[in-house]
């Protein structure tokens, strides 16, 4: 290999300018071989291994949004906003019509359990008064 110190530095700078290239992407830009290439950086001590940290995109389960992050979480949320929306359903009640929040555990709960008709209550009172009116015999509070 003849040595040629001005190709030489520009291999390394274009090394360094562009990080990401594989060997071979430097290689066809300077019409060598990728094993040239390798060997040039090692002498010059530049790593030859690419190492770009991939993230990982997740995305918001309430709206959406992409987030970027190292580890993914199975329940990507991207702000406390978000995450009150996410396990807080608004419901109406059955009996006054009045919209208020339910945890979202609960309301799975209750729709996975068969016995109980999908009706929810804002307070004990509302549901007492739909009992009575004969709304409802099977569903609880
Ligand atoms: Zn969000
Ligand atoms: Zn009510």
Redesign the pocket.
Known sequence: MRKNPRKIKRIVRYKEENPTLTLEQIGRRFKASKQYIHKVLKNQNIPTAIRVRKKKVGY?L??R?PIQTRVLSKKP???E??HFKYYNIKVNCAFCRILFYRKRNEIIQRYKDKRYKKYMYCTRQCYDKAQRAGQTRTSKF
Do not use: D, G, N
């Open positions: 918001c309430e709206c949004t949320i991207c702000s906003k978000c």
